[in-house]
């Protein structure tokens, strides 16, 4: 028990800032088969820049999202 209070699992997971249907909303990303692994790589960036304490906030994080499609266009 000490390990977990420790490495701070012992914490609720945060909500994710953004969504699949945010990307199809915001940015108009079209849900498919062919575009679930982009969503798929788009989300985690998302959560990794989160983790690194680059993005704190759903707007950050929409921001986030628009320059990552603006240097890897789709």
Do not use: C, H, M, W
């Not at 909500?15 to 849900?31: N, S």
């Not at 798929?40 to 499609?69: C, K, M, N, P, S």
């Amino acid at each position: 028990a000490e390990t977990v209070v420790a490495n701070g699992l012992d914490q609720e997971a945060a909500k994710p800032l953004v969504q699949g249907r945010d990307l199809i909303v915001e940015f108009g990303l079209v849900a498919s088969k062919k575009n679930g692994p982009l969503f798929g790589t788009i989300l985690g960036a998302v959560e990794a820049a989160r983790d690194a304490g680059e993005i704190e906030t759903r707007e950050q994080a929409l921001a986030f999202v628009r320059d990552y499609l603006f240097t890897n266009p789709v």
